[in-house]
């Protein structure tokens, strides 16, 4: 999972037949747009979340496998929010498999079976791209609708709280990540053994 990218395979939001009272359809065609980006980010940071809680071995194991649910159980509420604040908009929220792969314009979370330091780092990249999209997303509906602005504000201030509970576990004495410069998931795990095998 990495930032995202505008995707050509992606159908833009037909105009509503009708919105909230006092914007414009063409405002709501961009917020249902930009709303249905953040859908499918938070959706598929769920399922990857689930996938580490599923696959990480080693010491560290239960610290790692049970600190994700919460964050499972917090995100799966933003998606909602998310998908009704576009049906309140009047558009079409898709949150279905085949859609979420048709849109999203990054690969499946690429990190198997493997130690929990190895996941918190390809977790540290994971969380670095959907904090950084939804923070763009913030700066993007300034000018269009403050109501989604405080929404997506909301789900920032708990997506960077977890984004620094796996950062926490990646950080070095002098306060450097671990982690720091790698932009993939298996660039970043890369980086985690390389430090292990100098400790
Ligand atoms: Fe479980």
């Known amino acids: 999972m990495t930032t995202q990218k505008p995707s050509r395979r992606r159908?833009?939001?037909?105009?509503?037949?009708?919105?909230?009272?006092?914007?414009t359809k063409k405002d709501a065609v961009a917020l249902i747009d930009l709303l249905q980006q953040?859908?499918?980010?938070?959706?598929?940071?769920?399922?990857?979340?689930?996938?580490?809680?599923?696959?990480?071995?080693?010491?560290?194991?239960?610290?790692?496998h049970t600190m994700?649910?919460?964050q499972v159980d917090a995100i799966h509420p933003m998606v909602d929010?998310?998908?009704?604040?576009?049906?309140?908009?009047?558009?079409?929220?898709?949150?279905?498999?085949?859609?979420?792969v048709a849109t999203r314009t990054w690969d499946d979370y690429d990190v198997g079976r493997a130690p929990a330091l190895e996941h918190l780092g390809a977790l540290?990249?994971?969380?670095?791209?959907?904090v950084e999209d939804h923070r763009k997303a913030v700066d993007e509906v300034e000018s269009l609708d403050?109501?989604?602005?405080?929404?997506?504000?909301?789900?920032?201030?708990?997506?960077?709280?977890?984004?620094?509970?796996?950062r926490g576990h990646l950080e070095s004495m002098d306060g450097s990540?671990?982690?720091?410069?790698?932009?993939?998931?298996?660039g970043a795990q890369r980086k985690v053994r390389a430090s292990r095998k100098k400790a």
């Open 124 to 130: 540290d990249v994971v969380y670095q791209g959907v």
């Open 11 to 23: 159908r833009a939001a037909t105009a509503p037949k009708f919105t909230v009272p006092g914007m």
């Open 146 to 166: 403050l109501v989604t602005q405080d929404m997506l504000i909301g789900h920032l201030e708990k997506l960077e709280l977890f984004h620094w509970f796996v």
């Open 38 to 64: 953040r859908l499918v980010s938070l959706t598929d940071l769920a399922l990857t979340l689930k996938h580490v809680h599923w696959n990480v071995i080693g010491p560290n194991f239960i610290a790692v």
């Open 177 to 186: 990540l671990v982690t720091g410069g790698a932009t993939t998931e298996r």
């Open 81 to 100: 929010e998310i998908a009704e604040r576009i049906a309140t908009l009047g558009g079409e929220p898709n949150g279905l498999a085949g859609g979420i």
């Open 68 to 70: 994700l649910d919460p």
